[in-house]
């Protein structure tokens, strides 16, 4: 009983990471159309400007995080620019090749810019102290990380609801040609659809990051974070946490579970295989758009 | 595009693949100079390059037919090569197979795997679609990782060794005159040089080649291009849907099958390793780069890409003698970046790839006084 609740605990928090990093896949897709595969990258690149902010330069907790938004805003801003502007109106093979090609870029970058040793934030960012809640020990990064999903979860959902950028983007979405003739101005929403991607995948990273190790390997939450959105549907901000706690949950029980009867690894595979089962059930997702399709 | 005062007459001249008498005479040409003195005059380094891009071509050219012809996006290509690899390898290892009698059994296995794995596409396409053989890359090759737990003798992490492929002649051996004294030209029965796997890999590249360019003109391909182009459209067109797209994923499963089987018999061994996700996303890369549905632009692309490869492997410790202070860990990484940006810059310059520049320039000639 107490081995599952510690799954369960350890899957939740993993969870909470990979429906943060979905929300951002869920961002870029819902205002511009467009999959972006190298969310992981993203999140990589939050990771690793936070450790040098806070190990190399020794700057307070919440200078970091100042300098890993500022960080993820201007890559947004860059590669929504150069690489995914000049292909509106592509077909969706070379935008999914493109964002393939930039997380193999960005990757690549982050290797040549950090080196492939793993590293640590060391002063630890938060504090080393963790909380009791009866006979479960939780540390502070599970609970940050907590936390701050459900703030974005209530902040995006409101921001669509109710701001006017978030109307715009959700306009966006409907239709291009007419969002413009209502007066949006569709290059900024989709500029600013790729800086919120960064940014939530950053804080995403972050997080990640303070619970582990800082390694090349956390990329692989990117491509997971895909399979996520499968499940929660592709236009869905609450059906990518639902799904992502789903997926964690799942992944943490398999790895606790099935490991020992097929050698290891399980954890790997477990969220494709959920979203590869769920696509032939739900072909939209739980909380996706049902799509009607004309000539 | 005819030259201006060249008209087709019949209809069997406008499907001709080869058209002028010159155009035959060239082709054979190349076929001779290609099949004799690139094997026998090139060196041993440049041949293993040459034979990677055989293998490569043939796993591309599947799919292509996959891709560029029925528009299925599939970035899981390499689990399917690797199916038809330890098909060969388990066969040839535990059972002690000749390499000729698991040639079938190679391509019917990864076909039927990709049959199952295409399944999918009877219900999503697109992004859904690349995203369930994106799963199909990682799974597959999980599984064979962990083979041995499910009951199947494919060696985990410790791959199999193969055997090489022998050709039923004795052990007979001819030496040439020019070639005494020279033991690596020797002609013996066993498969393992070089240049004998360059003729082993080179004629399946032909034939791989001739199928795939007569495909896209016959009943099936056509089909192909209708779903591709609009597979609502298609279907309305009286084109049974699922029965093509599952035959694009079988055929194109059958191309990585015939490339997996070269493939374990090259390498002598298989590995998973060899089959890698980032393999499945090089290749779509390759279609890109060369030209998405065309059977000239898969070559040209894993020409291109595996040759930049090259370049970059020979240029990086060229470049780490001359700046100590670069690791090789920062050369690997910019032969990456290097191959994403000329895939990015593709994307953006030249979707249509290098094909589509050959034919705007093939066609600038052919027409030349009088070039639109």
Known sequence: MEELLRYITQGISLGLIYGLVALGFVLVYKSSRILNFAVGEFLLIGAYVTWTARVVWHLPVVLCFVVALIAAIILGLVIERIAIRPLIGQPILGVIMMTIALMVILRGGVLLAWGAIAKTYEPRLFPATPIYIGDLIIRQEYVWGLVVAVVMLILFTYFFRFTKAGLAMRATSEDHQLARGTGIRVKTVFSQSWIICAVVAGIAGIILASMTNVTIDLATVGLKSVAVVLVGGLESVPGAIIAGLIIGVAEALAAGYIDPWVGGGIAEVFAFGIAMVSLLIWPWGLFGLRRIERI | ?372
Request: charged share 10%; aromatic share 16%.
């Open chain 2, 1 to 372: 595009m005819q030259p201006a005062g060249t008209f087709n007459m019949a209809y069997r001249q406008d499907m001709a693949i080869i058209r002028t008498r010159f155009q035959w005479v060239a082709f054979i040409g190349f076929l001779v100079f290609f099949f004799t003195v690139i094997p026998l005059g090139v060196s041993e380094g440049m041949l293993s390059l040459i034979n990677t891009i055989g293998i490569v071509i043939i796993a591309v050219l599947g799919l292509n037919i996959l891709i560029g012809y029925c528009g299925q996006i599939s970035i899981g290509h390499a689990a399917f090569v690797a199916v038809g690899a330890y098909t060969a390898g388990i066969l040839t290892h535990h059972f002690g197979w000749s390499a000729w009698a698991t040639l079938p059994f190679s391509i019917l296995v990864a076909s039927l795997i990709g049959l199952i794995f295409g399944l999918p596409a009877l219900r999503v396409k697109g992004f859904y679609l690349a995203m369930t053989t994106l799963a199909a890359q990682v799974m597959i090759i999980w599984f064979i990782a962990h083979g041995e737990h499910f009951g199947i003798p494919t060696g985990g992490s410790y791959g199999l060794s193969v055997a090489r492929p022998t050709l039923p002649i004795g052990n007979m051996v001819i030496t040439l005159p020019w070639q005494v004294g020279d033991t690596y030209r020797v002609f013996d029965s066993v498969i393992n040089k070089e240049w004998e796997f360059f003729y082993l890999i080179m004629v399946f590249v032909v034939i791989a080649v001739f199928l795939a360019k007569n495909l896209s003109r016959t009943r099936i391909g056509r089909a192909f291009i209708a779903i591709r182009d609009n597979d609502l459209a298609a279907e309305v067109l009286g084109i049974n849907l699922g029965y093509y797209k599952l035959l694009a994923f079988f055929i194109a499963c059958a191309f990585a099958g015939l490339a997996g089987w070269l493939n374990v018999y090259y390498f002598a061994s298989a590995f998973t390793e060899h089959y890698p996700l980032m393999n499945s996303i090089w290749w779509v890369g390759i279609l890109i780069v060369g030209g998405l549905g065309s059977t000239m632009g898969a070559i040209y692309g894993a020409v291109f890409i595996l040759l930049l490869d090259y370049g970059a492997a020979v240029l990086a410790p060229m470049i780490g003698n001359v700046f100590p202070a670069v690791g090789n860990q920062i050369l690997a990484a910019s032969t990456v970046i290097l191959k994403g940006l000329v895939i990015a810059l593709f994307i953006v310059f030249e979707p249509r790839g290098i094909n589509h520049r050959w034919e705007i320039i093939k066609s600038y000639y052919r027409l030349m006084p009088f070039s639109y």
